[in-house]
């Protein structure tokens, strides 16, 4: 696997919330960030939201902004879920017009997409869900919600269309909320080009091992990129990626190593009482480092996995000691 990784613009973000409304950070000067990005040796792209602003919202010119400093366009996130107006969900909501909205804004970043050749749509039903009992009718959830990512897929089979999942947060349960409901989801929607996004925070979340999450969507031709950030199984800071569960991070790498997956790694990470440079690097650095110890891992991987087939672990554990301390 070629370890491709990407970053959104929102890593240098002020990271502001109810507790600090003002921000934890200053304002870093929109092509200070570019400079920034273009010289962390390992970060090759980055992640795009649309509406593209403050970056070009034409693609050409988009590509051309970003080669100036040896960049490229990474996936390309839907901006359904930053505005109120999609307080009760983009995806399921009960109001046929919140939903043809949503839908119209997912069409436009398919066409923007679409001009860039290999990007993915990343969508996250962020506020697709509840928050109490008797909030919601859930079989009109779920049914507006297969229907509209039918469209969405349908409207250029091309591009393909990656759903986020994540247990909850900014809902207290959200819909796609694992990675079993988010391949439920795909089997209902039944299109070539509906695929998982892996975001090993969310995964985490979900009690979920990322080795496992990744064999199971890759089994399907279901992995269509992966989001890198870290936390204790418990929320969703965004900590920066391979500094808590390290033995689930060489495991994943082992196993992406075995896919030959071609996506996006993209850092997702939130930074509001560290230096947020520094924080970008070091997570860089965290993704080639797994990615090097699983590389020797998998120098060994006949060894490995007779072992698995037997289920040796204690075995597994002396050989992969040895080989990354």
């Known amino acids: 696997m070629k370890l491709n990784i990407s970053a959104g613009l929102w890593v240098f973000g002020d990271f502001a919330e109810r507790y600090v409304p003002g921000g934890y950070h200053d304002e870093i000067d929109f092509e200070r960030q570019l400079e920034i990005m273009s010289g962390i040796e390992g970060l090759d792209g980055i992640g795009i939201v649309y509406p593209t602003y403050p970056l070009p919202d034409d693609p050409d010119k988009l590509v051309e902004k970003l080669s100036d400093f040896n960049l490229k366009v990474g996936d390309i996130t839907v901006d359904n879920y930053g505005d109120r107006k999609w307080r009760q969900g983009a995806f399921s909501s009960n109001e046929e ?189 965290m993704a080639l480092k797994y990615k090097e110890l699983a590389d020797r891992l998998n120098g060994h991987s006949e060894v490995l996995d007779k072992n698995l087939d037997n289920y040796r672990f204690a075995d597994n554990m002396e050989l992969i000691t040895d080989l990354i301390f």
């Open 97 to 285: 017009k919140i939903r043809k909205d949503n839908i119209d804004i997912c069409k436009e970043t398919i066409d923007f997409a679409a001009q860039i050749p290999g990007t993915t749509v990343t969508t996250w039903p962020a506020h697709d869900g509840f928050d109490y009992s008797f909030q919601t009718n859930y079989r009109d959830g779920w049914k507006y919600l297969v229907e509209s990512y039918k469209e969405i897929c349908s409207y250029n089979s091309n591009v393909k269309i990656a759903v986020e999942y994540k247990p909850k947060d900014p809902r207290q349960r959200q819909y796609v909320s694992n990675v079993g409901k988010t391949m439920m989801l795909l089997n209902d929607v039944d299109m070539d080009n509906i695929m998982a996004a892996l975001d090993t925070g969310h995964a985490l979340m979900s009690q979920e091992n990322l080795a496992e999450d990744v064999v199971l969507l890759d089994s399907h031709d279901k992995l269509g990129t992966i989001h890198l950030n870290e936390n204790y199984r418990d929320s969703d800071p965004d900590l920066i990626f391979g500094t808590i569960v390290f033995w689930e991070n060489i495991e994943m790498y082992y196993y992406l190593n075995k896919t030959g997956f071609k996506g996006w790694n993209e850092i997702d990470i939130v930074s509001p009482r560290d230096d947020r440079i520094k924080s970008l690097k070091i997570t860089v650095k």
